[in-house]
């Protein structure tokens, strides 16, 4: 590989779309650069599963004609991205991670593909993923599993890790994914990207399965702070389809990003007002990089708000949507299932309907103590993951700190608390074990605060530079 392409796959995404737009490199350049290190790297890594170099390279000429043609080109013009293997891409494999789909091609692109299709990215592929994104470990029975970049043998997280793996790696400058328990965040985390949950409805989903739930998200993944914010910019915005999409205009996310937050009131919870046992190992990490925020300007107090009930809401609501969307076929094969996805499936046909009723309570009264806690605090700062990348032969971690865990969601509580608040929350890379691996910040903001947690995350990222340390890669 040549010194040019691995400066190419390794610039931030808002650097190369300058260099695209001013003619310095050419889509077909950046493209062959790309696809030169997806066949170095990733027979090792196994992130990016379905490959359409012919079909990339073609899209990346075209891309060239038309800008040299003068036409208008989008704010991702030239730009490779990879697809989550859960998101239908036209004319594309997609297996969502299973046997059921090992042979699916969708006929049409979803909403998050089509838009950034529209904002002038070019696909690749599509990146791993658990089987029917289930899980915060990559792995299924199509592909394997994906490992970590920063440490071949461990996890890179889930369930869009091949794309947060892709993005470390250097394959591809944007990547997409979805989270309902932390799938954006958790693998952000584990392999020292930026991952945003956004506030839901910001980016619309269609089709859904369930279009009025607010637990499942899509949304950006990024090497910086600002790619994840210039590709907000191309998903977010209304859709008359989705009823709960929000109808603020995306393009005012790619505003240039502060680096002070002087005044800003932040409220630091490491163990999440005492409701999740986390590494020593992370503490220590986020302990020291936390001191930054004041050197920034901010004012730092140890606080949380009251989560009172959020592990019940989350769960039960969870495993609603679960028996919803996959019950009655879970029921004709479940041998065509893997068992957390049956379990889900099972509690929730055990759910009734005052079960459902008492988790819509008690999740406005939380909504309502988080809205009011964010009128004393500007954002909230927190553990991204309770864990270290852990082997691959793990399914899931089943103890913390020392703590057993119940199930298999128990060691992703420092992001499934967080979801049914209905805010926003950022993963930046937050800094380093003493042995090299990745630790990831949790930035929280309050609902619809997206810019919010876009600007503090900047902020620190600026000031720490965690997030420019690459994995020992070849």
């Not at 692109?109 to 592929?125: C, K, Q, Y």
């Not at 990559?138 to 892709?166: D, E, I, Q, W």
């Not at 470390?168 to 985390?189: H, I, T």
């Not at 909230?380 to 969601?409: I, K, M, N, R, S």
């Amino acid at each position: 590989m040549t010194p040019v392409h691995e400066d190419l796959c390794t610039r931030p995404a808002t650097e190369l779309a300058a260099l695209l737009r001013d003619g310095q490199v050419s889509a077909r350049e950046l493209m062959d650069a790309h696809l030169d290190r997806i066949d170095q790297l990733n027979p090792g890594l196994n992130a990016i599963v379905t490959l359409d170099a012919d079909g990339a390279r073609a899209a990346a000429d075209a891309a060239d004609a038309a800008l040299a043609a003068g036409e208008d080109v989008g704010p991702l013009h030239g730009l490779p991205v990879a697809h989550k293997d859960t998101h239908l891409t036209g004319g594309m494999r997609t297996t969502f991670g299973s046997p059921l789909h090992a042979d699916t091609v969708p006929a049409h692109d979803e909403l998050v593909v089509a838009r950034l299709r529209a904002a002038g990215a070019i696909r690749v592929g599509k990146t791993n993923t658990p089987e029917f994104a289930a899980g915060s470990h990559t792995f299924n029975t199509v592909f394997g599993v994906t490992h970590n970049p920063y440490r071949h043998g461990l996890s890179a997280g889930g369930s869009s890790g091949g794309a947060a793996a892709s993005l470390a790696a250097g394959l591809v400058p944007l990547a997409e994914g979805g989270d309902m328990g932390g799938s954006l965040r958790n693998p952000a985390a584990f392999n020292n990207v930026v991952g945003l949950r956004p506030t839901p409805g910001r980016v619309p989903s269609h089709p859904a399965a369930v279009g009025w739930s607010q637990m499942q998200v899509q949304g950006p993944l990024g090497r910086t702070v600002a790619d994840v914010a210039l590709q907000l910019s191309a998903l977010a915005g209304p859709d008359p389809r989705v009823p709960i999409s929000l109808g603020d205009d995306g393009a005012s996310f790619a505003a240039a990003l502060p680096e002070r937050l002087d005044g800003l009131r932040i409220g630091w919870a490491p163990d999440l007002g005492g409701r999740i046992p986390v590494d020593p190992a992370i503490l220590e990490v986020l302990g020291a990089s936390v001191r930054v925020f004041e050197d920034l300007g901010a004012r730092v107090d140890e606080a949380c708000p009251d989560l009172t009930d959020a592990q019940q809401v989350f769960e039960v609501l969870r495993s609603w949507q679960f028996q919803a969307t996959f019950g009655e076929r879970v029921r004709r094969t479940p041998e065509s299932f893997k068992e957390s996805i049956r379990w889900n499936v099972e509690v929730g046909a055990k759910l009734t309907g005052a079960d459902v009723g008492r988790a819509e309570l008690a999740h406005t009264k939380l909504y309502e103590r988080v809205v009011a806690w964010f009128d004393r605090y500007d954002v909230l700062l927190a553990p991204t993951t309770q864990v270290l990348p852990f082997p691959v032969e793990v399914e899931y971690p089943t103890e913390v700190a020392g703590v057993p865990q119940e199930d298999y969601l128990g060691w992703m509580r420092s992001c499934t608390l967080i979801t049914p608040t209905g805010c926003p929350a950022l993963s930046v890379p937050g800094g380093f074990t003493a042995d090299g691996l990745p630790v990831g910040l949790q930035v929280v903001g309050p609902p619809r605060g997206d810019r919010r947690v876009l600007e503090v995350g900047h902020a620190f990222e600026q000031a720490t530079g965690f997030g420019r340390r690459r994995p020992p890669l070849g």
